[in-house]
Structures are given as C-alpha cells and as structure tokens.
C-alpha cells in the first residue's frame, strides 16, 4: 500500500458511515462441545467461533485456528460487534495443537494463548512467531515454528504442513514483516482441510491445491477488503475463485462478521460470496457464530445475516 493510500483509506475509515457493524443483535448459539470432544476417526466437524478463530476435530483430533476468546483484541482496534465470544475458554480440556497464522492482534491473542498454555502441548506458529509466544510464558518446546512447505507430524495419522500467503506481519511501528505469515494444510488419512489465514488472491492457492488436493473443506477469509489493500485480503469473489483453485469440496468463509476492520458494510462480504458461490456452482456452509458444521452430514446453508441486513437497510433510510 503507498503512502497516499495508507492516508485516503485511514480517512475514509474513520469519516465515513458504511453500516461498518449491525444495528441489532446477531443470531449465535452456545458452542455444543461434545462435537469438539466427540473420538475416533471417520469424522470432520468444525465450530465457527466467529472471526478466524475454529475449532476443529478431524477424526478424533482438536485443533484451535487463531483462537481469540477476547471481546477487545488491542488497545485502539475495535472489539467484537456480534456479542460474547459463545465459548468460555475455560470450559475447553485439552487441545491437540493450537495454529497461528500469523501475529496481527486479530488472529494472535495474548489472552488467549496464555489460557490454552496449559490446555495443549502444541501451539504450531510460522518462522519466529514463536519468541512472542515464549515472552507470553509458553514453554519453548511447546512451540513448532514452520517455513513454507515444510510439515509437523503429530504422529503417524496427523500432519499439519504451512504453506503460503499472500499477506504481511508485524503489531506495531518498528516490527513489519519480522515475522512470516501462513495458511495451513491440516490432514489425516481420511480428512484433508485448507485454512486461508490471511491473504490476498495470488497463484499459491493453485499450486496449493496441485499438491495438496483434494480438499474436504476450506476455510477462506472473504471480508475486509479494500482496492487499497487488494494485495493482501481478498474481495468475497477472489474467496470462490480460491477455493476452486486448491479443490475445495466444501466452503467456510471466515474472517467477517466478528470486527469493523474496513470500509464496507459487515454483510456485504457474505451477500458477495454466497452469490458468487451459487453463481459457480460452489457448496458454502453458512454458520451462525457457535454453530458446527459436520462435513457430509450438516451444513449449514441459512442466509441468515439478510434479516438483520434488510432492518439495518431500513433504519438507515428512514434516518
């Protein structure tokens, strides 16, 4: 982003009123941790906790992505405009890996992380991430950092492999691109899952998908995007194209729905994508913040945001 960018779109942020978050409350439903917790193989169930943060049992195995159980995720940013995260982290045992994909406050917590210290043995992070987490209490080896391509085994059946990005680091003025960012390739012999992380639309999604897929379920950021920033978040468009790139099965858009953190209206990534989706013929699960998505079983399809949108649309007419 120029510099002249940088200022228009920090104008724009802060001048304009773009229905940026909802005026009435959001459906969400407490997370059902018996999905979570639920043994054995043959199974892929995936509990969106709004934002980027889920919570994932691939046969048997629980894996937290960017967990954030904070309303406020720094000082000055925004804080969470669909209500109360719907699980108290205090309720949650033990965690077969906690990944990071990269450090920006929206997607690594200090609160969160040092709740699940003690909760997991592994917390999988990209190329020195993992001296913030040590300065945060986590013991060092509970800590894997990765490269691009390369590959943790957390034994014979689950692999949790980085792979590229299109995005940035850093969480204040003096520290950019200090630290690498990621997505995640997550799979067992009978499940095979993407995680997106943060990023813009770039050719890695395709070469991705020629040596990873095919995959069950991908899970790909569609909201805050911007012309100024088009290098690093996709529009809810480029989402589908991602996902047709690497072989998806089954869409999960994430990062939406949870904080302001750019310029358009908070349902508009959804009402794009999902249009995009029908458009191509692409199957996309629709969550509530809580709710689970059980892979070929119950996925969730309910364009439930538009009620909320269309009284939001109303009042804002009216006033």
Not at 10 to 25: C, E, I, K, L, V
Request: with cysteine; glycine share 8%.
């Amino acid at each position: 982003m120029s510099a002249s960018d940088f200022v228009s779109g920090a104008w724009d942020y802060f001048s304009n009123a773009n229905a940026g978050t909802p005026g009435f409350q959001l459906p969400s439903q407490p997370v059902d941790l018996s999905h979570f917790a639920r043994p054995g193989s043959g199974h892929l169930n995936v509990t969106w906790l709004g934002h980027s943060s889920l919570m994932v049992n691939i046969d048997g195995y629980r894996v937290l992505t960017d967990p954030v159980f904070e309303k406020r995720v720094s000082v000055i940013g925004p804080s969470r405009f669909n209500g109360a995260v719907p699980l108290d982290i205090h309720r949650v045992s033990t965690v077969d890996a906690v990944i990071i994909s990269h450090d920006h406050y929206d997607h690594l917590n200090k609160y969160s992380v040092q709740q699940l210290t003690g909760r997991t043995n592994r917390f999988i992070v990209p190329l020195r991430v993992g001296a913030r987490l040590v300065k945060w209490g986590v013991p060092e080896e509970k800590i894997v950092e990765l490269d691009w391509w390369k590959t943790y085994s957390i034994d014979e059946a689950l692999t949790i492999t980085a792979t590229p990005a299109q995005h940035f680091s850093g969480r204040g003025l003096t520290d950019r691109n200090r630290t690498l960012w990621v997505s995640w390739v997550v799979r067992t012999p009978y499940h095979n899952l993407f995680y997106s992380g943060d990023s813009g639309y770039f050719d890695g999604f395709k070469q991705i998908g020629r040596k990873y897929a095919p995959f069950d379920m991908t899970f790909i950021e569609c909201g805050a995007y911007n012309r100024s920033w088009s290098q690093v978040h996709m529009f809810p468009e480029q989402t589908v194209l991602a996902h047709l790139d690497l072989g998806g099965s089954i869409l999960h858009p994430i990062h939406w729905g949870t904080f302001n953190l750019a310029l358009h209206p908070w349902y508009e990534p959804m009402e794009r994508v999902t249009a995009a989706a029908d458009a191509m013929n692409v199957s996309i699960a629709t969550p509530v913040v809580g709710e689970t998505t059980i892979y070929n079983s119950a996925i969730p399809a309910a364009r439930w945001w538009r009620q909320a949108m269309a009284a939001q649309m109303d009042w804002i007419s009216e006033n």
